[in-house]
Structures are given as C-alpha cells and as structure tokens.
C-alpha cells in the first residue's frame, strides 16, 4: 500500500483503532458485506515484526495485540527479549541490512546517535502529525526531544524517566523542616537531620563512577552546565564544576560509608531501611521505596521536585525507551499503523494504569493515569516533565566510554583529589571521545 493510499484510509483505521482501544470496534453494520470488512480491516494481509525489551510496558501491550490484528488486519510477530539480547539482536539485524525487524523498542539516551548515523532509523515526522487524532503534541517537549536527532524525529517516547526527590516525610515534620526548594534549603537540612552515630545520614544517592553521571547531570544543569555545548566539551567550566562539586560535596559530608560502591539499587536499598533522610534519583524507581515488602519506610516517603540550584531546577526529564521504524522495512505503512496504535491515548492511559510512566501530557493530567501513582509524585512528575532537560548523559555514540569519563570528577572531588584538574583532564578525554565518534 502506498503512502497516498494509506493517508485516504487514514481517518478509517484511526477511528477503528480508537474503538478498539476503548473496548468497541466491532460494529455488526460491517459484517455482512466484504465492503464492510475491506473497510473494517484497512491493510488486511500485511504481516509485521515487531523486537520488544522484556519490561512492564509490553506486558500491557501484549494482550491488546490481537484486537489490533482484528480491526486492522495486520499480523503482527512479537518477539520479546531480555535488554542484552536484544541489543545484540538488533544490531545483527541492521548491519545486515535486513528488512525486519520492521518496529523495534530501543533506548534513544544510549543509541539514537548510533542509530541514525548508521541509518538504522526511518525518519517518523510525516507519519506523526498525519492523523490529528493521533494528537503528536500531546507528547511531552523533553521526551521528544530526546527523541529527536538534527531536527527528525526518529522515534516514539514510550516511557520516561524524570529526576525528582525522595524525602521522609515523618523525619522532616519531627523537625519542622519544610521540603527543600534550594540548594541551600537542601543541604541545610540534611546538615540538620545528619546523625552517622545513629547509622542515620542526611543524604544517599549513587557513588559508582558510571552510574552516577544520570544523577549527577541534574547538580550540573541547575548550575546552568552541561556535558558538551555543540561538539565541544564542557564538563571544566565553571558551571559544571560546581554542579559536579555540589554532588560530590553532598554525597561525602552527608552520606554512608561505600558510598563509590552504590549504585541506584544500593542507595534506595539504604533509604528503604530507614536510614536517610533525602535520596535522588529516577522517579520510575518509586515502588522501590513504597512497596512494604521492599520498604520499612514505605508509608513515609514523600516526594518533591527536584531544588533549585544557581540557575533555577533543571532536572533531567527524558524517554527511557522510545518504538522506531526499520528504514528497510518492507512494510512502513503497516508498521506506522502498529506505532500509531501502540502509542494512541487509549494504549498509553492502559499501560500507565499499569506503573510505567507514559510520555503524554494528558494522561498525566488525569485521574486515571494518575491513580497508581502517589499524588505528589504525580505532582513532582508532572512539573518535572514541563522544566526538565532532555538528556541525563552525554550526547555521543560512545555514552558508557564517556560516562566513565564523565563520573570520574566526581569520584576523585569524594577522594579529595583536586576538582579543576580532575575536570580539565576528563574534558579532554571526552572532546577525544567527541572527536572520535564523529570521524566514524
């Protein structure tokens, strides 16, 4: 099917997909006559592949599937595998220049660089604003422009992930100390509330060279940093030096011992016992501290947006996992019809209901997409998503060779080791990095 054929069926497979998904779609007026069932099944025949991570949202999306085989007429091969397997799956795939997958899950923050160099994304611009009710501005700005690359978007925010605070609600009542909106509110109260004597510390977030560059991203842009500005880097400026100081700072007079040991699963695990007063970090991590059979704290933990540093809170608000296109598929129009589908209002109000943060804007403003979510953590998502930045790690092809550069300022400022050089140094191991990753 052409693409000008496919946009004069494109208000009828929107309308019959909508029904679908809000339980209808299955009218007995088109029944009878093959007219009606050419027009109830708009693309009958088409067969796609899709490759999905093993995550919560394709355990939603699964089931769905065959009412969207019914109305549209497209089989649909789901493949479904563990985050390794199928990155390695996919990059057989497409060095191959092979034609499926035709629709793939794939993380835009580590590989849409990658990806589009190598031509490994089909540019989704006309297909995202064909249907007017498919309503592409719903999407939040950050998750799509995370989800963009010089100026195409290359795919769809599936999931998302924002920076926001943990806090003790009880510890900071006892003490009459309101939620922290500042840097200087933030550590003043952990300042207050830090007692290591009593196993009980004012701060835990991630101490792991690589891992803590995502949290540690937040400190650097509410300093007015960033990672790079254009292919330069710019992890030595004054700007993220003290973002990058702050952190280290905070973490080293305000955390548990081992902290260069912690990564997001130790630090939560520490502020689930009981044993910290203010924890950072991704706020889809949230049941790991509200869940009573993870959590001894788990009817304590309030949350907040993330405080304000010297250039207002700019906390990171991204798309953890985005659906693209095969630019080799043989079947592109079955394959948009498939995304449409899978990332319509109705999908992304179900699979929220779920527990997986979705990326649209109206689902977030409503009760329903709400309601398995803490309010203030509704709230501080909310917010998140309307100031937050769209990125948490360099934007290169090499993201774990320069994170690794990346979070070593912050390990050797914990060790005592001087800031300015320990950042002078990695600004030129990752304009090296830049350098590299652009001469490919």
């Known amino acids: ?56 949202w394709t355990d939603a999306l699964k089931p769905e599937i065959p009412k969207f085989e019914k109305e549209t007429g497209i089989k649909v091969d789901l493949q479904v595998f563990a985050e390794e397997q199928l990155q390695q799956k996919l990059a057989v795939q497409f060095t191959t220049g092979a034609d499926t ?29 064909r249907n007017a009710e498919y309503d592409f501005g719903d999407f939040s700005k950050a998750t ?12 769809i925010p599936l999931w998302t992930d924002q920076f926001i605070l943990y806090y003790r609600k009880d510890i900071l009542e006892e ?11 933030f550590e003043e109260a952990m300042k207050k509330l830090h007692k290591p004597k009593d196993d009980f510390y004012g701060f835990v ?23 790079m500005v254009g292919d330069k880097a710019a992890v030595n400026t004054p700007e ?111 699979i929220q209901q779920s527990g997986v943060p979705g990326a649209r804007d109206s689902v977030w403003a409503s009760k329903e997409g709400t309601a398995e979510f803490p309010e203030d953590l509704a709230a501080a998502i909310q917010e998140t998503m309307n100031i937050g930045v769209d990125h948490f790690v360099p934007q290169v092809m090499s993201v774990t060779e320069s994170r690794d550069v990346v979070g070593a300022i912050v390990v050797k400022a914990i060790l005592g080791e001087d800031i300015q050089a320990a950042a002078d140094l990695a600004n030129e191991e990752l304009q090296a990095i830049i350098d590299k990753d652009n001469s490919q």
């Open 1 to 56: 099917m052409t693409l000008k054929k496919f946009s004069v069926l494109g208000l009828t497979l929107a309308t019959a997909l909508t029904a679908t998904a809000c339980g209808g779609g299955g009218g007995k007026e088109n029944a009878a006559s093959p007219a009606g069932e050419q027009q109830k099944q708009p693309m009958a025949g088409q067969k796609i592949t899709v490759f999905a991570v093993n995550h919560p």
């Open 101 to 129: 997958p035709d629709v793939f899950t794939y993380r835009p923050y580590m590989d849409k660089i990658l990806y589009a160099k190598n031509g490994w994304t089909a540019p989704l611009d006309d297909y995202a604003n």
């Open 144 to 155: 799509i422009e995370a989800s963009t690359i010089d100026g195409k978007l290359m795919s």
């Open 175 to 185: 003490n009459n100390i309101p939620v922290p909106k500042t840097m200087a509110e």
């Open 205 to 227: 977030a991630r101490g792991q060279r690589n891992a803590l560059v995502t949290a540690v991203s937040s400190f650097v842009f509410s300093e007015g940093g960033d990672f």
């Open 240 to 350: 993220a030096i003290r973002g990058f100081k702050l952190y280290a700072d905070l973490v080293k007079n305000y955390g548990p011992q081992g902290v260069l040991n912690m990564n997001w699963a130790q630090a939560i695990g520490l502020f689930a016992q009981g044993k910290a007063a203010f924890y950072v970090d991704s706020a889809a991590l949230f049941k790991n501290a509200t869940d009573p059979e993870k959590s001894l704290v788990a009817d304590k933990v309030g949350f907040g947006v993330f405080p304000a540093g010297s250039a207002g809170a700019k906390p990171y608000s991204t798309a953890s996992w985005s659906l693209a296109m095969n630019p080799q598929s043989k079947g592109k129009d079955a394959a948009w019809a498939f995304m449409e589908w899978a990332t319509n209002k109705e999908n992304a109000l179900m």
